[in-house]
Nanobody, 120 residues
Framework: QVQLVESGGGLVQPGGSLRLSCAASGSIFTIYGMGWYRQAPGKQRELVAAITSGGSTNYADSVKGRFTISRDNAKNTVYLQMNSLKPEDTAVYYC??????????????WGQGTQVTVSS
C-alpha cells in the first residue's frame, strides 16, 4: 500500500558526486521525518541524514559538509546529494519514511535499497 522507490545509485570515482532520490507513493495521509541510511558489508545499518517535514536536518559526522539532504513535500520525495565521495561511503543506501496512511496508522517504511560504490 505504501512504496518507497529509490534511484540514483551507481559506481563513481573518489571525489565524485551522486544524487539519490526516493519517492513515496500509495495510501499516504502525511509524512513526518524522512531519511537515508546505509549499510556496508559486515556492518550495521547507520543513519546518514534525516530531515523533518519542516526542513530541519541531521547528519552523521562522517558526511557533514559533503552530503546534503532535501525534500519536496508536494512530491513526497527526499533527495541526498553526495559530493566528495570516498571509498568508505560504499554501501547500500536505504530510504526511510515515518508516515501516516489513510487509516491513520503510523509506521516506519523502507525502500529496497540502492547500491553506491566509490572506487577508482
Amino acid at each position: 500500500q505504501v512504496q518507497l522507490v529509490e534511484s540514483g545509485g551507481g559506481l563513481v570515482q573518489p571525489g565524485g558526486s551522486l544524487r539519490l532520490s526516493c519517492a513515496a507513493s500509495g495510501s499516504i495521509f502525511t509524512i513526518y521525518g524522512m531519511g537515508w541510511y546505509r549499510q556496508a558489508p559486515g556492518k550495521q545499518r547507520e543513519l546518514v541524514a534525516a530531515i523533518t517535514s519542516g526542513g530541519s536536518t541531521n547528519y552523521a559526522d562522517s558526511v557533514k559538509g559533503r552530503f546534503t539532504i532535501s525534500r519536496d513535500n508536494a512530491k513526497n520525495t527526499v533527495y541526498l546529494q553526495m559530493n566528495s565521495l570516498k571509498p568508505e561511503d560504499t554501501a547500500v543506501y536505504y530510504c526511510n519514511a515515518d508516515l501516516v496512511v489513510f487509516d491513520r496508522t503510523r509506521g516506519d517504511y523502507w525502500g529496497q535499497g540502492t547500491q553506491v560504490t566509490v572506487s577508482s
